[in-house]
């Protein structure tokens, strides 16, 4: 696949390893809602270590020193509705106090283009590092609308954490948007001809939901 300097693909044993377990088709539904927490708060601590901080004192038991602590209200959260909801509660164990926003988008019967339907941000989110949540980078069609709409309601720094792309998903994204940081657990071989990332773990939502 193409180099593309903003995107990063986390190839970490512990990541691989719950990613085996997550396409498994004997994997039942709330493993694999456990598995999707687990696999983005692995994500989190690598595509968060830019996040903005500052210095602090704390006062230890035997003396006061200095720390770095985040930057309160500095990170909003964005599931793309509805598979994004399940990576929520892993970003959540390492930043409870991250705001969370939503995106629900749809795809035209007759242009085939994503449309948005609902999308609701925290306040200040020209300030804050917006941290865009879609599990199945497939195409990049949906990522990238996600992006750019929260990017015409004023955000200026943005990520997006997927746990299995397609390499079309990924080149679409980067090349769509060079300014945003792309955070993939692994890239899979193609999609197929109905979309559906090879080999993949199926439609994530129903998975994650039961509804399959």
Known sequence: MEKFQNVTILDHPLIRHKVAILRSETTSTKEFRELVEEITMLMAYESFKDIPTKEILVKTPLEI??????????????????????????????????????????????????KEYYLKLPDGIDKMTA??????????GSASAAIAAIKARGAKSIKLMSIIAAPQGVKTVAAAHPDVQIYVATLDRTLNDKGYILPGLGDAGDRMFGTK
């Open 65 to 114: 020193c200095t720390e770095r602590a985040v930057v309160e209200n500095s990170v909003a959260i964005i599931p793309v509705l509805r598979a994004g909801l399940g990576m929520v509660g892993g970003v959540h164990k390492l930043f409870p106090t991250a705001k969370v926003g939503h995106i629900g988008l749809y795809r035209d019967e007759e242009t085939l283009e994503p």
């Open 131 to 140: 941290v865009v949540l879609d599990p199945m980078l497939a195409t990049g």
